[in-house]
């Protein structure tokens, strides 16, 4: 069974930092890209980040470059994102969702939701003071 599960969501203050994991299951972890999403409350599911599946490539949307970064690690099956200098308007609901490319595209990866075939239950991040 095709799982993902995220975890590290929390309450955080403004500028501050969390770590959000990732942990796949039921599924070669090293053939699938990860993408990570948001929906913050009455707004649109957003794409923020995703690594590819050979993890030679990232992508990250305008709003969190520069602050986020994500990274895998294959032998826990996880990805995990990064999340510094924190401000109000990344309050929302986090999921990751994979998504399985063919051979030639594993070091690519894209952060619309287009492709992602399983998806998290997602983690609540709220960043208040």
């Known amino acids: 069974q095709l799982q993902l599960v995220e975890s590290g969501g929390g309450l955080v203050q403004p500028g501050g930092s969390l770590n959000l994991s990732c942990v796949t299951s039921?599924?070669?972890?090293?053939?699938?890209?990860i993408g990570w999403f948001r929906q913050a409350p009455g707004k649109e599911r957003e794409g923020i980040s995703c690594i590819s599946a050979s993890g030679k490539g990232t992508k990250y949307g305008d709003s969190v470059k520069g602050r986020f970064t994500i990274s895998r690690d294959n032998a826990k099956s996880t990805v995990y994102l990064q999340m510094d200098s924190l401000a109000a308007e990344d309050t929302g609901v986090y999921y990751c969702?994979?998504?399985?490319?063919?051979?030639?595209?594993?070091?690519?990866?894209?952060?619309?939701?287009?492709?992602?075939?399983?998806w998290g239950q997602g983690t609540q991040v709220t960043v208040s003071s």
């Open positions: 039921g599924f070669p972890f090293s053939n699938y890209a």
């Open positions: 969702a994979a998504t399985n490319p063919p051979p030639g595209l594993r070091d690519m990866c894209y952060i619309t939701e287009r492709g992602y075939r399983v």
